[in-house]
Structures are given as C-alpha cells and as structure tokens.
C-alpha cells in the first residue's frame, strides 16, 4: 500500500490540525509583532498634561455672596476633585470591578486578556472587554471607540506609554474625574451631586458601589432614570424626585439594575479583600433606594432668565474683549470650568418671583366677579377672533383653528381646492406666506384665571420652492404634497392639517405680560430680573432684555428734560400747553382732554404734558440731545446693531431724529426695560451713567482672572442738573401721576409712561439705594390694556417697599453743593413781580431750586393788571363807564395766544389770558362822556389842599415806593402796559449757550 493511500486516522487528524493551528498562529503572532511593532514607531509620545487640560468642566454661577446658584447647562456636567478628595472604598469600588490587578500592571493586563477569553469559553458568552483603568483612560481622552485592531494595538501603546510618566494616584485620579455616570454627569463629584446631593468625600460605602455600578454601561445603570409624568406608575415604579428639562416635567425613578449591579461591586471588593466581611453585610443591607437625593443643576427656586442673561452677557464680552468668535466665546462658558459671580441678590429676586406669582391679584385685587379676560381689551369678531382696528386678526380663537379639540388644523369649505395637476390652493386667513415659509396664525384661549392666553403656531414643513402665490391663491405644489404625504388629509368637507408636523405651543404664554428690572445704580449691578410671567425663562424670550417696546412719557426725562435743563431751561421755565398746527391738524394731543395754558416746566413733568415735551425739544434741538443718549448707552455707537435707537445716519429715511419719537416716546423699536431702567440710573447717581452688568468677574477653571467689572462712569450731566430732574421726577410721585410709587419710609422718585391706546404701561423710578423698571403690555402690541400706567407704578411699588423693608429708611435726596433756593412765578418762570400773588388762581409765587448761574434775573411780565369792560369781556376804552369797568390781574403773552390760528384750541387758562381785542360796545357816538374830578389836580383839590408833591403819584402806591418780596429786593422793573394789539413775532434766539441765566420762553 503507498503512501498516499493510507487511511487518515482520527489521531492523526488531531495531528494536522494542532500543527495547522500552529502555523496559522506563528504566522499570525508574526503579523500582529511586525503590525505593533510599526504601530508603535507610528504612536507619537503621549503628552500628559493634556490628560486633564482638555477636560470639559461644568461651569458655575454664583451670587454676589460667593454661594452657588447655577451650573451651565451644557452637554456634560464635570467638576474636578483631587484624588485626596476620594474615599478609598470609591477607588477600590472601580478598581475591584474595572481593573483589579491595577497597581500591578504596566498598562495593560495579559492575564486579565486570558482570564476573559477563558470565561467566553466556559460560559459560551461575550467577551468581556479586558481593557485596564490606563487603556480606558487613553480611549476616551486620545482616541476613539472604534473597535478595530489597529486601534486596540495603538491603546495598549500608549497605555504602556502613561504608565511610564504617570504614577498610578494620577492615573486614577484622571480617570475618575473623566468618566461618563450618566445623567451628563461626567467625573465622580458631578456624579455624588447628581445622585445623592453631596460631595464625593462624604459618599458611604453602598454609594461608592453605586456609583462603580454605572460604568458599565452610563444609560443602562444610573441609580434612577426619567419618564414622563404621564407615563409614571406608582404601583411598579418608586418616585425618588423630579424635575424639569426643556419645559417639559418629568418624574425620576429608582433604578433596580444599578442596587443589582452595586451588589455586585460589594460582593467583588469583598472577594479582592478591601472590604470586610462585616462591612459588606451591613453595606448589603442597606435600602439603596433610600439614599438617593437627586441634585438640581439650579439649585435656589428662582427662574432662569437672570441666568440667561448672564450667560449672554459673558460670552459678549468674551468675544468684544479676546476677539473670538461666538463658537468660541460659548465654548469657553459651556466647556470651560469657569466660575462667574454674578450680582444677583437672591432676597431680592424671590421677593420679584413672588410678586409675579400673584401679579394679577396685586393689581386687582379680588378677581372673583371680574370679567374676562382680565386686562386686556380685546375686540373679538362675530366668530370670537380677535382682531385690530381693521378687522385683521390678531389671535384665533382655539375652535376656529382646530379641529374637535385634536391636534390638526383645518380648513373649511372655501378655503381650500385642488386644481388639475394636483396642487393645493389655499385661500385663507389662518395661513400667511412670506419669503421662504408658510406661517399659521396664533390662537388663543382664556384659562381658568380667567387670563388671555396666546398660542404660538409654527409654520407649515414645505420648502421654499415648493410654494407660491398666485392670482391670490396660495399654490402648494403637487410635488410638496407627495414629498409630505401625512401632512394633509380630508374630512368630508374640510382639509386638515398633520397638527402632529406643526409644533405649537400648547401651554401658551399669559397676556398681558410684564418685565422688571432692579439695579444698584451706585454700582451698575444688576440685582433682580424678570423677563416675563408664568413662563421660565430659559430658552424663551427675555422681555426685560431682549423685548424693546415703545416707552411713551417715561423716555421724556431722560430724552427732553434733562438736556434741557443743561441748555437754559429751568424747573421753573414757563412753557405754553397750546397745540402746533400740523398739515392742518392739531398736534400733539396730550393723555387728558384740551390743554392747560401756561405751566412750569417741573408741572409738565409731573402732568406728563405732550405738547410741553416737544416744545421743550424743539427749543433744546434733536442734535443737542442725540450726546445725551449716547452717554447714557441708549445709543451705541460703537455697535450700532446692539442699541434700539435709529439714528439718521443708519437710515436718512426711518429714524428716531424727531419729536415723536423722543419727546413723546413712540420710536420706531421702542427701547428695553433694562436700558431704560439704566438710563434712569444715570439721573439718579449724580448724572453718572454706569453700564449696567449680571456679574462682578468671572474666572477660568485655574483661577484667572477672565473678565471683571470694573466701569468708567460716563458723566452724562452736571451733579446739580441730576439733581434738579431727580427733585422734579420726585414730585411726579408726591404731587403728579405716580403717586402709587410711594415707598414707606423712602423718597421716590420716577416717571409713569403709556402709549397709545394703552399699548404699553411703564414705571421707572429709584429710591436713594436702588432704580428699577416695570413694564406691562401684551407680547401683541395690537392687544391692548384697559388699565393706565398707574398700575405700572402699583407693581413697581409692591417689590420695592418689600425690598427696602430691610434697607435704611431715607427721606430726602443729598442735595450736592452749589444748589440756589429762590422764590418765582411759576407762570412766568420769572422773579416775582408785584401781580403775581394777586392771580385770580391764587398766588402764583413758589420756591424753587437752580443750579448755579441760572438763577432767572428778570422779572415777571406775564402778570399785568389790567382794565376790562365787564359788558364787552374786553379791554376797555376810554368810553367804556366806569362803574362796567373792573381791573383785573390777567396774563399776557408775546405774541398774544390767537385760537383762531390754533384750530380753535381753546386752553383752560384762556380766561385769565389778557383780551386781544378793545370793547367795540362803548364809543362816543353811544356814550356820554362823564364828568370826572381828578383828586390828583392841586387846582381842583376837593379838599382845599394842595397836592403838588403827587403829581407822579401812584394810586396803588401813592409813598412811590417798590412794592418788593424780599426775596426780589434788586428788582425795580415795572410791568409793562398790556398790548392791544399783537405784536410781531420775534425772531427765536439762541438761549442755549453759555448764559444759562437767560430765561426761556416757550409760549410758541
């Protein structure tokens, strides 16, 4: 028999095999030496300092007490602990289960890699991993979790590589401050906050288990993971806490595979001799459920739009300071570790929260027989939509949009049509197309506090081209309705829209809504914020930010009054409540019925005057007032895109440059409480204008110094011009429209504004500590109020007399050197004259205060006394008899005030305005002349006595002396004879250079 036909034994099969496998594993040990060895020419060395410097560490905020407040919401939650700070059963935990020949190893474990591939033997299972505490370290800081060969042979590389450079202690302390523990906890002391509210050296035994449990598997092991609170069950599930993520609540529940897991941990460290027996029987016996405390990245209950505000502060400055860009700003703040100490007070914030919380209650009172919806006057059509003016709408009602209380719009016969070819035609108002999207109208809803609640509605999923409008048809076509075959569906007659692809905000959004602002104008620190009620701030709109709305009367101070004070006017200039003539319309119209007549500038102020407001302007002049602003940061012109005001030289066409929009605050944006608020801080601090800031300074993650506040006041006006507009913003709460800002205890000062047709109601003011702003209006403009700005100042004046409840009672401003106290006619702005007390209205005579050097030096000319023929109302003439003439004390103007040439305006003071016109009764044709002694002639003394030394004798003063105040004792000037006739108009001179003495006359 050969050879080749000997049969093939079963040994000698064995044989072939073994030494096939022989060859097969020289060859491929062979391959795998030669790969490694040129993988580990190609590792570069590994640089460990970046082993911790790359971390992404969670950063904080904190109040102006240093205590914590907010950790930055971000991908991942880290903070960083020395390996001094971990206990030893923590360390011993993820030893015993990660890497239990650890501290023997040089980087990687080949017994460890055996030991793996004998148990998927024995138990016919996966592999496990058999990667050390140093190749995981190396995994997640240097390379990917690709699960390929090279990538394994690089690990082990490098691995070897640390061990060399690295002692262990490092090597763990690395690795327990990078891994991932679920929740976005990243690192052991986020994860003892995350799940037990405490830090990681105060962790127990069973909660280092339960913390070694987790890294198996981070989304799998958590001690607890979330549901919805629709979809909790208290019978098969246990409540340990819950909380809110994007708006959206959600219960946390007790995790049974993390207590079965952290068992297995104990059992494991119990087995390697770190722990005893009497340790692990008591660490078994403990209820895990029962240690969990779930932690809050928010950790006091106030909302986040303080804290979003600071965050956008930060990376603003990040980005105006560094030059980087905005990526990089945010990276910073997300990813950064830095510690930003904010200028939020805690008290004062939740004492605002608190206020918002009952905000209707405040301003109403009990609600129980009001109507709703409350506030808001609204003008629903015949259908209950709301609309404008016009019939537009400005809100749907909820049934008119619809369908049956389901998610879907729809659209009733008529609205809708297919053509020939497929497409969809729409005619309808509840769809609006613009450039690129097709919008769907808003509704609304009255809840069951019998509050106006809007309902934000997206637009339809269609691309750009895939629509258009032609012959007043919106055409969607037939391709978009193939491309989204779920969105429409009919319903016999009508057409509905997939409410399921077209998000809406079903909780919707209270109206009116209101924002509020409190700041430290000594410092420029931002103490409390709210950015809208019932509605948390993160992520939505900040009203007291980001929301510019038009500020009405309350931008007059600081857009008017205050530049004019530094440019020749007074608290006491006379100014003439007579309307303009504009193309042939009176204009403008104040808040009340008519118009006063001649009044003080501080009684415009505290009236809230129109037509005095743009007078005032116009004498001051736009191009005089435009530095004003922009040292008060109203305008920006470094970062123009970052201010509200439009000057001329962004758009020559559409501006704020006019009386409109600065004297009667309807500008073209409008302007945002904060700013506002600010601008008012600027009147109260001295005229010192401080750029108001969230935070104090913000470090990096090593303890530098990142950004800190530290302002240049800006001095927008004179100390003692500051403080006459603050004395006159005073008396706007003690004798004008905000008396319901008044603070127990505390002088207030501050101005009230609305716009039209209620639109928006403002309060700002101060006291001698703090500035706040309070605006309120519906997010709609269209949507206006039925109350006034009163109940701004109400609301302004509930957080703050609660603010300052612990604050030092103060009753009067510190008035700043230089201040002259002198006694005027507040009609004429003037030097009392002899008829100003005699005023039919009553004296006319007032203290007041002037800065130096604009002390009035002339005396009053608009008290005349006067003779008036009593059957004409006239002045009289030399026929009219004299027991139907009566002398009078009347004023006069120069011109005199004509209503004909005024649209008939007829001003309340009309009547105390000395006539214009001669009696045209009396003459000589129908008079006789009266036989007349004069009692003055030596010749016809009735007496019998001489009379020589009266011959320029005066009736009213016949000791020819100067009937003086004493306050007025360098004043000889005699009232000038009414005129008959008007003069002509003189031409309006400069009185806004450098002699501020010069009193300004605003009559025209």
Not at 4 to 24: D, E, S, V, W
Not at 467 to 473: E, M, P, S, T
Not at 611 to 625: I, Q, T
């Amino acid at each position: 028999m050969s050879h080749r036909n000997r049969p093939l034994t079963p040994l000698k099969l064995i044989g072939y095999i073994f030494y096939t496998l022989l060859i097969a594993l020289i060859v491929l040990f062979t391959i795998l030496g030669l790969s490694a060895v040129k993988i580990m020419q190609e590792v570069p060395t590994v640089d460990t300092t970046l082993i911790n410097s790359d971390l992404n560490q969670t950063s904080t905020i904190y109040d102006q007490n240093g205590n914590l407040i907010e950790k930055v919401q971000s991908a991942e939650y880290r903070t960083m602990v020395g390996i001094e700070k971990m206990p030893k059963n923590l360390i011993n935990a993820f030893v015993a289960m990660e890497d239990e020949r650890f501290y023997e190893h040089i980087g990687f474990d080949p017994i460890g890699i055996l030991a793996s591939i004998r148990d998927s033997f024995t138990t016919g299972g996966r592999m496990r991993g058999g990667s050390t505490i140093t190749q995981q370290l190396v995994k997640n800081t240097f390379l990917s979790g690709e699960r390929k060969l090279q990538r394994k042979l690089t690990e082990i590389v490098m691995a070897v590589d640390i061990e060399k450079r690295l002692s262990k202690e490092q090597i763990i302390e690395a690795y327990l401050n990078r891994i991932s523990l679920g929740q976005n906890a990243y690192g052991v002391e986020e994860a003892a906050q995350t799940y037990f509210s405490k830090s990681v050296d105060e962790l127990n035994l069973a909660e280092c288990a339960m913390l070694a449990a987790i890294v198996k598997s981070p989304t799998s092991y958590p001690p607890y993971f979330r549901v919805l609170t629709n979809d909790y069950n208290s019978e098969t599930m246990y409540k340990v806490g819950q909380t809110e993520l994007l708006g959206q609540n959600y219960i946390l529940v007790f995790n049974d595979k993390n207590e079965n897991r952290a068992k297995i941990v104990l059992k494991r460290m119990n087995e390697v001799g770190y722990i005893t027996d009497s340790q692990y029987k008591e660490a078994m016996e403990v209820d895990m459920k029962t240690l969990i405390k779930p932690g809050e990245q928010k950790t006091t209950d106030i909302t986040n739009y303080f804290m979003d505000y600071v965050q956008t502060q930060v990376v603003e400055d990040l980005m105006d300071k560094y030059g980087w860009s905005k990526e990089q700003a945010q990276e910073t703040l997300f990813y950064g570790g830095i510690k930003i100490y904010s200028t939020i007070n805690v008290g004062y914030q939740k004492i605002m929260e608190e206020a918002y919380e009952n905000f209707v209650q405040i301003l109403l009172g009990n609600i129980d027989n009001a109507r709703a919806p409350l506030l808001v006057d609204i003008k629903p059509d015949q259908y209950n939509n709301l609309v404008d003016d016009n019939g537009n709408f400005i809100y749907l009602a909820k049934e008119n949009l619809l369908w049956n209380d389901t998610e879907d719009i729809y659209l009733a016969p008529g609205e809708w049509q297919y053509n020939d070819a497929g497409d969809l035609l729409l005619k309808t108002k509840k769809l609006k197309a613009y450039p690129g999207y097709i919008d769907v109208m808003d509704y609304y809803t009255i809840d069951n506090q019998k509050t106006l609640v809007s309902h934000e509605v997206a637009g339809l999923p269609i691309e750009r081209n895939d629509f258009n409008v032609k012959d007043g048809f919106l055409v969607i076509d037939k391709v978009a309705i193939d491309k989204n075959k779920d969105l429409f569906k009919t319903s016999g007659e009508y057409l509905l829209i997939n409410g399921s692809q077209v998000s809406r905000n079903r909780k919707g959004v209270p109206q009116p809504q209101s924002a509020m602002i409190v700041l430290d104008y000594h410092t420029g620190h931002i103490h409390a914020m709210i950015g809208g009620r019932d509605v948390d701030g993160n992520r939505f709109l900040n009203r007291a930010t980001q929301s510019s709305r038009q500020p009405g009367s309350t931008f007059k101070p600081v857009g008017v009054y205050l530049p004019a004070l530094e440019n020749g006017f007074t608290a006491a200039s006379a100014i003439d409540d007579v309307p303009y003539i504009v193309g042939g319309k009176v204009w403008p119209n104040n808040w009340y019925s008519g118009y006063k007549g001649i009044h003080s500038l501080r009684y415009a102020v505290e009236q809230s005057i129109n037509v005095s407001a743009v007078k005032v302007l116009n004498s001051v002049g736009v191009k005089r007032v435009l530095p004003y602003l922009e040292r008060m940061g109203i305008i920006n012109t470094e970062h123009p895109e970052r201010d509200d005001f439009i000057t001329a030289s962004e758009n020559p066409k559409v501006n704020d440059e006019y009386a409109a929009s600065i004297a009667l605050g309807g500008s073209t944006r409008g302007i945002t409480p904060l700013r506002l608020t600010a601008a008012f801080g600027s009147i109260a601090n001295e005229g010192k204008y401080l750029k108001p800031t969230s935070y104090t300074k913000v470090l990096d993650k090593d303890g530098n110094i990142l950004l800190e506040y530290s302002p240049t006041p800006v001095q927008v006006a004179k100390p003692e011009t500051a403080y006459i507009m603050k004395d006159i913003l005073r008396t706007v709460v003690t004798n004008g429209l905000g008396s319901s800002a008044k603070i127990p205890n505390q002088v207030v000062a501050g101005k009230t504004g609305t716009t039209q047709n209620t639109a928006d109601l403002w309060f700002c003011g101060f006291t001698d500590h703090l500035v706040a702003g309070t605006w309120i209006g519906s997010d709609s403009p269209k949507i206006t109020m039925t109350k006034n700005s009163m109940i701004a100042a109400q609301l302004w004046q509930y957080v703050m007399s609660r603010i300052h409840e612990n604050l030092s009672p103060v009753s009067e401003f510190k008035e700043p050197e230089g201040i002259v106290r002198k006694s005027v006619c507040i009609t004429s702005g003037k030097l009392p004259g002899e008829f100003c007390a005699q005023d039919p209205r009553g004296n006319q005579v007032r203290t007041e205060i002037f800065a130096p050097g604009t002390v009035p030096t002339e005396t009053c000319d608009v008290h005349v006394k006067v003779k008036i023929c009593t059957e004409s109302g006239k002045l009289a003439n030399e026929f009219c008899p004299e027991d139907l003439c009566e002398e009078r004390v009347m004023i006069q103007t120069t011109p005199p005030y004509d209503p004909e040439l005024n649209g008939g305006v007829i001003p309340s003071d009309m009547q105390y305005r000395v006539p214009t016109e001669t009696c045209d009764i009396h003459n000589a044709e129908n008079t006789e002349p009266e036989e007349t002694i004069d009692i003055f002639s030596p010749s016809e003394d009735p007496f019998g006595e001489s009379n020589t030394n009266t011959s320029s004798g005066d009736i009213f003063n016949p000791s020819n002396k100067d009937d003086k105040d004493e306050d007025n004792e360098n004043n000889n000037d005699k009232p000038q004879p009414p005129q008959v006739k008007p003069k002509e108009d003189e031409e309006n001179t400069d009185n806004t250079g450098d002699s501020q003495s010069e009193t300004i006359d605003v009559f025209n």
